[in-house]
């Protein structure tokens, strides 16, 4: 009987990620949402009635669904690998607990289509966008995230790392460039809750270092809930290009009255750079509240998974064992379960370190086994099994 040999590996799925950062974007690849000034006047009205002391939130936390849209190309390659989605996800969700937004994952779906992957001008990305959005994919009562291998704006001639677009009310993503980070996918969230950019105004005119602008908000505050955001306690930023924060102080800026000053450098709203991005203030948080509770109630109609708790335990690997002798063209998988894991993530790989270049088949699975057809006899093979849940 022909054979193979398997290597066991086991490894548990944490909270713990390595923050990744863009990499070279220019200003307008980063992020290409825009703000209409009915939006602006949204946030206008709730800065005023936060400092006025009228606002009050009507609840502390919200538990809020995602769908992950994967477009890979028709064969099923491509697309944003499923582990790099789970670590980034994973500080996306860590990121907004301290906000009151409970975000977990509700459904993570596949479209295969190489038309929506390989579209140097953009017609068909976006189209893919209102076809999948207006169909039974559709809302669906969560917040929808597309990711894309790339995303070209036509009208402005750049790629984007992300995008809210108002039009269809979904978020979409570039997983080329280093683009699917947190950083990335907690900005447009916030974009998707309301939130302008720090520099509202300034989209498209750099940095402005060392520049004095004739807009914007001033550093005395007298202006700051009708300028640039309309949220008092983000300072004034005139950066809209994607720079680092050397010693986290940015450049100098000067606002319209010639007062210099230098910008918060971690706001996740603004364009500074990945590794210095690590906040919302209050008053951002009280701006997604507000619009959780007056414009997106349909969120909160979907009942949440009654477990999501932390997946704290490691699956044992049950068989096949180091030594089993097996056929090689149909070989069976199984595992323990694990508590609070409600899904697992399993891999097949040539290669100990289950690089991307040695990698067989994978596969997302509700239960504790999984049956492999695709192996070879007399190869050596690893295979590992990661447990997790919605959240």
Excluded at 246 to 254: L, S
Aim: aromatic letters at 12%; glycine letters at 8%; proline letters at 5%.
């Amino acid at each position: 009987m022909k054979s193979l040999t398997l290597s066991l590996f086991t490894t548990l799925f944490l909270g713990l990620c390595t923050i990744g950062f863009a990499q070279d974007e220019k200003p307008s690849q980063w992020c290409g949402t825009q703000f209409t000034e009915a939006q602006m006047d949204r946030v206008q009205s709730v800065t005023e009635r936060y400092m006025n002391g009228t606002l009050n939130k009507s609840n502390p936390t919200y538990d809020i669904p995602i769908t992950l849209h994967n477009i890979r190309n028709s064969d099923g390659s491509g697309g944003v690998d499923m582990l790099k989605a789970f670590d980034v996800f994973c500080e996306v969700i860590d990121f907004f607990a301290e906000y009151g937004i409970n975000l977990y994952i509700k459904e993570i779906k596949t479209h295969d289509n190489s038309g929506w992957t390989n579209d140097p001008n953009g017609n068909n990305t976006w189209g893919a966008i209102r076809l999948l959005t207006i169909g039974p994919s559709g809302r669906n009562n969560t917040i929808n995230i597309y990711n894309f291998k790339e995303l070209y704006n036509e009208q402005y001639d750049v790629y984007l790392c992300g995008y809210f677009t108002g039009v269809y009310d979904v978020i979409a993503l570039s997983s080329d460039s280093g683009c699917f980070t947190m950083e990335t996918i907690v900005h447009e969230i916030g974009h998707y809750f309301s939130l302008p950019h720090t520099f509202f105004g300034f989209e498209g005119l750099g940095s402005n270092c060392n520049s004095q602008v004739s807009m914007g908000e001033k550093v005395d505050g007298s202006n700051c809930a009708t300028a640039a955001d309309r949220i008092c306690d983000t300072p004034p930023d005139n950066n809209a290009d994607r720079i680092p924060c050397p010693g986290g102080m940015g450049c100098q800026m000067y606002d319209r009255d010639g007062v210099a000053f230098r910008p918060d450098v971690t706001n996740i709203m603004s364009y500074f750079a990945d590794q210095c991005l690590t906040k919302f203030t209050e008053g951002q948080h009280t701006v997604m509240h507000n619009n959780i509770t007056q414009y997106r109630t349909d969120l909160l109609e979907l009942t949440p998974p009654s477990n999501l708790d932390a997946v704290t335990e490691v699956p044992q690997l049950l068989h096949p064992g180091q030594d089993d002798v097996r056929p090689y063209d149909v070989v069976t998988f199984q595992w323990s379960s694990v508590d609070n894991a409600d899904s697992y993530y399993f891999e097949i790989s040539r290669n100990s370190n289950f690089s991307s270049l040695f990698h067989v088949e994978s596969a997302t699975v509700a239960t504790t086994s999984y049956i492999s057809t695709e192996l070879n006899p007399n190869q050596t093979y690893h295979w590992r099994v990661i447990p997790f849940n919605n959240a």
